[in-house]
């Protein structure tokens, strides 16, 4: 490799971007589990008496289980933070709820969605290839994640669609539909 080469490597310039730690979520997190755990030891004594093992075990697995979802959530950007980084040459990303970083060079790429929240990547994973993979790229994780869409526009070589947010109707409108179909699934599931 020639030495001109070498020093163009080392001095490119990238964007980093990595998800930010609150420690106000992980103690709420923990306050929750607490407070599950705290259900779960209340309810153990009444349960244990009836000697009703499958609501004995239903009841307490549920508090448990609720209990320790609240921690790994809380601990997960302690563990596994999403992170970044843009450059001349691509993009590399770890998500938050995958340790695998992914890296797409902008050759690949043949399709761009911008917005404030989610930024997809649709590339092609081989050169000549007909085939499609998207790269979700969830920003909401990100520190500065204002800076992101940015350095999207500043790297990226193809032209990027923006995309606005959902308004608030149509967010309410997919939260009452979530919620319909839970409640007719579980409607479903009586006997």
Known sequence: MPRNAELDQENESQDNFVEGKEPSELIFCL????????????CWTPLFMMKNWKLFFNIEGFFVTVALVAILIGARPYMAPSS?????RGIKYRGPYWIQRKTVNWD??????LSPELILVLYRPKPGSKRIWPMPILSIYLAEREQVIKS????????????KSPALVSR?????????????????LTP
């Open 31 to 42: 306050l929750l589990a607490s407070a599950y755990l705290g259900l779960a030891k209340f």
């Open 84 to 88: 970044l980084q843009i450059s001349g």
């Open 108 to 113: 690949q790429v043949s399709r761009v969605y």
């Open 152 to 163: 999207f526009l500043k790297y990226c070589p193809i032209q990027a669609v923006m995309m």
């Open 172 to 188: 309410v409108m997919l939260v009452v539909i979530v919620i319909v179909l839970i409640l007719w699934f579980f409607y479903l």
